[in-house]
């Protein structure tokens, strides 16, 4: 697959093996391996601004940005320094710290839903901990996520619907037992009926709904107000804790994240990524009420040894002196604006079924030949109607050429405030070629 694509250099294909060694699969992340996509990983040695330099110094203009968190670019001086000087202070004290108020005094600050919040050390930790607490403080079992979006590996939230709407969920991983997988109702995302027909079957018996209020790990889907309207007013009624996972769109598609975009204030809302400048670090927050019930004040226990880490609280303080200057997510969403009508332009000039979505910081891309074409995919079955294949030919493509998209036709891009025009251009100039080549094919 892809063979001739130079990433596939001996160099690369040494370290994978030798990484393959003593690492399942060469990776300590599923996505890293390029499963989706086909070929050999790259193998990152440095990163500075915009650009990723694997092992033999080639430089890659880099739209994933670890991920997300990556929102200043790479080794921004204004964060390694804040990081430097923690690292001097020592590493970790397992006590309070005032970095720790000073960055949930900021969090409160810019996010209204937020009246009490509590750092963990991943978005993991941080969506798993919420429905812990969402279930405590409703004293009920089941709760609600959506087909297409990822919160985490932690077991109840490894599960995927079935094909039908309403299906009681099965575990998508192996290694989730059933009795925990019973409890997670999975539906249809963007789909407000769906939505009204879940409660009307179970409304008394929901803890909570987590949803990404855009998602970012089925590509890329911004949905509907109304979506978003009748998921606060079902769990307002129902007396459900509805949860907001803003691991990845939080102060990535604006300093208030996605819950100021549609108007809505969610009950706990979860973040990492951002928050922590590229180190590990996540968080939950919400109503005071129901934040009161987190050990020590209340019942529902949830612990870290590393959790407020000093050097991670230093960089995401660090992050938000940046992030709250003057129109900074101004020039962030002008950057992807002209990057996705500009590719889609392209990819028309070229006749290739091709949409992008965007918000903020955060795009997605589509190979939508065929039943997609001209409208975009509104949820994870449209997704999986777009061209996968072509994707891999895509990256590939991008990859040559010294553009690093996410390995996977199911991840949103990101873009970094380090993304010169001259960047952007380049990464045009290797779409037009790779289109060209894919249209000939
Ligand atoms: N929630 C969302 C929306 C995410 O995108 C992710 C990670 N991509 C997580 C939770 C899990 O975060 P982590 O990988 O830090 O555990």
Redesign the pocket.
């Known amino acids: 697959n892809n063979s001739n694509n130079s990433n596939n250099s001996t160099t690369n294909q040494l370290l994978f093996k030798q990484a393959k060694a003593h690492i399942p699969g060469g990776v300590n992340s599923p996505v890293r391996a390029f499963a989706g996509v086909g070929g050999t990983p790259v193998f990152i040695s440095r990163a500075r601004g915009s650009k990723m330099y694997d092992t033999e110094g080639k430089p890659y203009i880099d739209y994933v940005g670890s991920?997300?968190p990556m929102i200043l670019g790479h080794a921004h001086p204004h964060i390694i320094e804040a990081v430097k000087n923690a690292a001097d202070d020592g590493l970790s004290f397992g006590a309070p710290t005032t970095f720790e108020t000073t960055v949930a005094d900021k969090i409160c600050e810019l996010i209204p839903s937020v009246e009490l919040i509590r750092m963990t050390s991943?978005?993991?930790e941080a969506?798993m901990s919420a429905i812990r607490l969402a279930r405590g403080y409703t004293g009920r079992d089941k709760i609600v996520k959506f087909e297409g979006c990822?919160?985490?590996h932690s077991d109840s939230l490894l599960v995927k619907a079935g094909s039908g709407m309403l299906d009681i969920g099965e575990p998508s991983s192996k290694g989730v037992p059933a009795d925990f997988a019973k409890h997670t109702i999975t539906i249809r995302y963007n789909d407000p009926q769906a939505i009204k027909d879940c409660f009307a079957q179970f409304g008394n018996d929901i803890a909570c709904v987590i949803v990404?209020p855009i998602a970012?790990?089925m590509n890329m889907i911004v949905p509907t107000q109304e979506f978003h309207d009748t998921l606060r007013a079902e769990c307002t009624a129902h007396g459900a804790v509805l949860i907001f996972?803003e691991?990845?769109t939080g102060f990535r598609v604006g300093l208030q994240s996605a819950q100021a975009h549609f108007g809505i204030t969610p009950d706990l809302t979860?973040f990492?990524?951002i928050i922590g400048a590229g180190l590990p670090v996540?968080a939950f927050g919400g109503k005071r009420e129901i934040m009161e019930c987190i050990a020590p004040l209340g019942g529902v226990y949830q612990a870290g040894t590393l959790s407020g880490n000093p050097l991670a609280m230093r960089a995401g303080i660090a992050m938000f002196d940046l992030l709250t200057a003057e129109g900074f997510y101004d020039a962030l969403s002008e950057k992807v604006v002209y990057l996705t009508d500009n590719l889609e332009q392209l990819a028309k000039d070229a006749g290739i079924g091709f949409k992008t979505t965007r918000c903020g910081g955060m795009f997605g891309m589509f190979f939508t030949d065929g039943a997609f074409d001209n409208q975009l995919p509104q949820n994870f079955e449209e997704v999986c109607q777009c061209d996968a294949q072509k994707f891999a030919i895509f990256f590939h493509g991008m990859l040559d050429r010294g553009v690093y998209l996410a390995p996977s036709a199911f991840e949103a891009a990101f873009i970094s405030s380090e993304h010169s025009q001259e960047d952007l251009d380049a990464t045009l100039q290797a779409a037009k070629e790779v289109f060209s080549e894919m249209a000939k094919a």
């Open positions: 991920w997300g991943s978005g993991t969506t990822y919160h985490g990404e970012g790990n996972d691991v990845m979860t990492g990524k996540g």
